[in-house]
């Protein structure tokens, strides 16, 4: 008999939603696999009210609708760095959502957080397999002549990167009097699904999220690896 896991995510944005709830689910059904026993997984998206909350405040509603609606045991919290590292987005807002969280009745909201913290933007995350983006948006160009031969996280400001390479390739597109309409928003959800999980284990910040989960899994006593 298998066990059921029931996990919940939260985001900054519903762009954000459509990335990442494809790469969540891949992630735990790979994770749940080294488990112990079977294991079946299941993702709920929470959506809030966030108008006039502070992060800390958003995390609490969350963690409350995840544990009184659904009874999820896990919450993946989403947010980015917006910088070069992830240590002030953990030290001003992951850390203190999460203690704030713990100092609630645990019946009353899911203590269980793991959180999601891409290096500048979920954009960077995107561009983890740089020929399947050029793939989907439809262009040969380099990776040096597009912006994007460093490491997906040294990348400044990705998703204006990400939205160039779009705007050259439709610059191409109507010199060879072909229309191409697609803006970034058409993306998140098409490479959220394909991109393979071993391109974002190239990530440290994907790791970072991996290890969290699994940590997680260890105190609830599923994964014993």
Request: aromatic share 8%; hydrophobic share 40%; net charge negative.
């Amino acid at each position: 008999m298998s066990n059921f896991l029931l996990t919940g995510l939260f985001t900054e944005g519903t762009t954000d939603i459509r990335f990442l709830e494809s790469v969540v689910k891949t992630t735990l059904e790979n994770v749940a696999f080294d488990c112990s026993g079977d294991i079946e997984t299941e993702l709920q998206i929470i959506k809030i009210e966030k108008a006039g909350l502070s992060f800390n405040e958003q995390v609490l509603k969350a963690a409350q609708k995840s544990k009184n609606d659904f009874g999820v045991l896990i919450l993946f919290v989403h947010t980015d760095s917006d910088n070069t590292d992830d240590l002030d987005a953990f030290r001003n807002r992951i850390i203190p959502a999460k203690e704030f969280v713990n100092q609630q009745d645990e019946n009353e909201v899911c203590k269980k957080i793991v959180a999601i913290v891409p290096v500048q933007m979920t954009e960077s995350w995107m561009l983890a397999d740089k020929e399947l983006l050029k793939h989907e948006i439809g262009i040969e160009m380099s990776d040096f002549d597009l912006g994007i031969h460093k490491q997906p996280e040294e990348i400044a400001n990705p998703k204006a990167v990400i939205e160039n390479i779009i705007r050259i390739s439709k610059e191409s597109q109507v010199k060879k009097k072909r229309k191409n309409g697609m803006v970034i928003a058409d993306l998140y959800q098409i490479i959220g699904q394909k991109t393979e999980i071993s391109k974002l284990e190239e990530l440290g910040s994907y790791i970072k999220f991996k290890n969290s989960l699994i940590d997680q899994l260890r105190e609830l006593n599923f994964y014993h690896k």
